[in-house]
T-cell receptor
Framework: ETGVTQSPTHLIKTRGQQVTLRCSSQ?????VSWYQQALGQGPQFIFQ???????GRGNFPPRFSGLQFPNYSSELNVNALELDDSALYLC??????????????FGQGTRLTVV | GDSVTQMEGPVTLSEEAFLTINCTYT??????LFWYVQYPGEGLQLLLK?????DKGSNKGFEATYRKETTSFHLEKGSVQVSDSAVYFC?????????????FGKGTKLSVIP
């Protein structure tokens, strides 16, 4: 079975631009969560998608948005990029959003640098 | 809100030394607890988990016991190897949170020297 894959692995954008990050969930997983990991910090929850619907959101502004597709892959979109958006963006998939006991499987991440 | 506090690093140990990384948490519900490991340049890998009080999670020689009375989930290993050098994150997923997202600590960087 394939794991969680993210693309691209690295990205450099200019302040004010928009960016789209992509994630393919692990086979059979219907839940995808996105996290932002700033340098030297733990990951912070951005939002979660369950069966194509947003299923929870962390403390991030509306310029962070997402989608989940029928095959459960997902996109994270960030508009009006700011320098502080520079971070490692991690996608995690899990078998179900219905329980807090389910473990999440992470991709390798996308390193976004905003200049 | 939920939070996780883990000991600050970096931690430097000699090979075969004993490792303890402390982790305490606050949660509104009855959380599941996790340890994730991040090797340089990589994403997070689940190391072990425990879903109820007094459960012990274990993997690759690492262990952690869910202590509800002290709200702790300390990570231990009896004899570390150079290959254990990585950043370790304690995390929780709360039964009181609708979307069951993970709340992470800030991470503890471990360096093991030969």
């Amino acid at each position: 079975e394939t794991g969680v894959t993210q693309s691209p692995t690295h990205l450099i954008k200019t302040r004010g631009q928009q960016v789209t990050l992509r994630c393919s969930s692990q086979s059979g997983h219907n839940t995808v969560s996105w996290y932002q990991q700033a340098l030297g910090q733990g990951p912070q929850f951005i939002f979660q998608y369950y069966r194509e619907e947003e299923n929870g959101r962390g403390n991030f502004p509306p310029r962070f948005s997402g989608l989940q597709f029928p095959n459960y892959s997902s996109e994270l979109n960030v508009n009006a990029l700011e320098l502080d958006d520079s971070a490692l963006y991690l996608c995690a998939s899990s078998l179900s959003a219905a329980t807090h006991r389910t473990e999440a499987f992470f991709g390798q991440g996308t390193r976004l640098t905003v200049v | 809100g939920d939070s996780v506090t883990q000991m600050e690093g970096p931690v430097t140990l000699s090979e075969e030394a004993f490792l303890t990384i402390n982790c305490t948490y606050t949660a509104t519900g009855y959380p599941s607890l996790f340890w994730y490991v991040q090797y340089p340049g990589e994403g997070l890998q689940l190391l072990l988990k425990a879903t109820k009080a007094d459960d012990k999670g274990s993997n690759k020689g690492f262990e952690a016991t869910y202590r509800k009375e002290t709200t702790s989930f300390h990570l231990e290993k009896g004899s570390v190897q150079v290959s254990d050098s990585a950043v370790y994150f304690c995390a929780l997923s709360d039964s009181g949170a609708g979307s069951y997202q993970l709340t992470f600590g800030k991470g503890t960087k471990l360096s093991v020297i030969p």
